[in-house]
Antibody
Framework: EVQLVQSGAEVKKPGESLKISCKGSGYSFTSYWIGWVRQMPGKGLEWMGIIYPGDSDTRYSPSFQGQVTISADKSISTAYLQWSSLKASDTAMYYC???????????WGQGTLVTVSS | DIQMTQSPSSLSASVGDRVTITCQASQDISNYLNWYQQKPGKAPKLLIYDASNLETGVPSRFSGSGSGTDFTFTISSLQPEDIATYYCQQYDNLPRFTFGPGTKVDIK
């Protein structure tokens, strides 16, 4: 069974750094892209970027380029989303999701709630 | 980047009503369009892929159509459990994706 299990909720202060994770299981982790999706409170889904763990090829939405870093450690089947300096506007639910070969996000993590507040 | 629009942004309908949502792409995306349902506090769920194909296990009252720039998502007979927000998503330029802004559906 394919599963994506994300790390737990985080409460951080502005300016702090953060790295959240998404562990894949039940499939060949290095053979599928893994993407990240942001959902701000009461708002819609925003595609942030994606990584191919097999060779670490990474693409970002222009809206998120330079704002976050996506990485992966294929030895432990885990993808990461990282901030170097959080802002209050980063408060959101973040989902990892695995697209099929055909471009559908058929598997999703449970979401990680990030709250940034002074 | 390809932009997606959806209309309406929200709607209220009665149980048993036919509900239609439209999604428009800023350029031709062929049939590279999916529809998702998201209930409060839950991750999105794939309902329709490649514009018109019903995902396994999804009730047949859900359907999709369209190609190019204009797409339609329909619930033939709205049920109470269909209360959710619905998103279209394009994948014309893999591995880049774009979601529509969403349509919130509730019961009148």
């Amino acid at each position: 069974e394919v599963q994506l299990v994300q790390s737990g909720a985080e409460v951080k202060k502005p300016g702090e750094s953060l790295k959240i994770s998404c562990k894949g299981s039940g499939y060949s982790f290095t053979s599928y892209w893994i993407g990240w999706v942001r959902q701000m409170p009461g708002k819609g889904l925003e595609w942030m970027g994606i990584i191919y763990p097999g060779d670490s090829d990474t693409r970002y939405s222009p809206s998120f380029q330079g704002q976050v870093t996506i990485s992966a450690d294929k030895s432990i089947s885990t993808a990461y989303l990282q901030w170097s300096s959080l802002k209050a506007s980063d408060t959101a639910m973040y989902y990892c999701a695995r697209p099929s070969v055909a471009g559908t996000f058929d598997y999703w993590g449970q979401g990680t709630l990030v709250t940034v507040s002074s | 980047d390809i932009q997606m629009t959806q209309s309406p942004s929200s709607l209220s309908a009665s149980v048993g009503d036919r509900v239609t949502i439209t999604c428009q792409a800023s350029q031709d995306i062929s049939n590279y369009l999916n529809w998702y349902q998201q209930k409060p506090g839950k991750a999105p769920k794939l309902l329709i892929y490649d514009a018109s194909n019903l995902e396994t296990g999804v009730p047949s009252r859900f359907s999709g159509s369209g190609s190019g720039t204009d797409f339609t998502f329909t619930i033939s007979s709205l049920q109470p459990e269909d209360i959710a927000t619905y998103y279209c998503q394009q994948y014309d330029n893999l591995p880049r994706f774009t979601f529509g802004p969403g349509t919130k559906v509730d019961i009148k």
